[in-house]
T-cell receptor
Framework: DAGVIQSPRHEVTEMGQEVTLRCKPI?????LFWYRQTMMRGLELLIY????????DSGMPEDRFSAKMPNASFSTLKIQPSEPRDSAVYFC???????????FGEGSRLTVL | DQQVKQNSPSLSVQEGRISILNCDYT??????FLWYKKYPAEGPTFLIS?????DKNEDGRFTVFLNKSAKHLSLHIVPSQPGDSAVYFC??????????FGTGTRLKVLA
């Protein structure tokens, strides 16, 4: 199995630009999660989906953040407009019900100048 | 408000000795706990878990202890190896798939 695939691995952009992060979960996993890692807050849950439907988006920091899952094999996290404080590593993870285990991708490191 | 806290940002241990990583939580509804290990430039990987109906779970060199009354869990690594050097995250959930993670503890095992 290829594992959770995220792209891009690194993104450097300027303040005000739109950023789109992408995720392909493991085939057969019907839960998908977006996390953000910062030094101060560790791994923060932003949003998670079940069967492509958003279940809890209470961690999404502001309206500038949005996430979609148009089908079982693809999800995006969009930031528009981006700000320097959005700089972090964004992780996507997927899970199969009953296992209690999340499988993480390698992350997308975002730097907003 | 951090519901899952790892108060030690870093820990150094000699190879062969025991590593003890601690985690505290505030939400008494949490009933499932996990530990993840993260190497630089990689995603976290699952290490071990424990349900609230147990107070101990063991997997090889790794043991997790849960003290529900103190809302505290710990991960013991015995014996510690240089390859165990990584950042360790604890996580908790309350009957849902909403996993709340701590801030992590960086473990360094000295050869």
């Amino acid at each position: 199995d290829a594992g959770v695939i995220q792209s891009p691995r690194h993104e450097v952009t300027e303040m005000g630009q739109e950023v789109t992060l992408r995720c392909k979960p493991i085939s057969g996993h019907d839960y998908l999660f977006w996390y953000r890692q910062t030094m101060m807050r560790g791994l923060e849950l932003l949003i998670y989906f079940n069967n492509n439907v958003p279940i809890d988006d209470s961690g999404m920091p502001e309206d500038r953040f949005s996430a979609k899952m148009p089908n079982a094999s693809f999800s995006t996290l969009k930031i528009q407009p981006s700000e320097p404080r959005d700089s972090a590593v964004y992780f996507c993870a997927s899970s199969f019900p009953g296992t209690g285990e999340l499988f993480f991708g390698e992350g997308s490191r975002l730097t907003v100048l | 408000d951090q519901q899952v806290k790892q108060n030690s940002p870093s820990l150094s241990v000699q190879e062969g000795r025991i590593s003890i990583l601690n985690c505290d939580y505030t939400n008494s509804m949490f009933d499932y706990f996990l530990w993840y290990k993260k190497y630089p430039a990689e995603g976290p990987t699952f290490l071990i878990s424990i349900s609230s109906i147990k107070d101990k779970n063991e997997d090889g060199r790794f043991t997790v202890f849960l003290n529900k009354s103190a809302k505290h869990l710990s991960l013991h690594i015995v014996p510690s190896q240089p390859g165990d050097s990584a950042v360790y995250f604890c996580a908790a959930s309350s009957g849902t798939y909403k996993y709340i993670f701590g801030t992590g503890t960086r473990l360094k095992v000295l050869a």
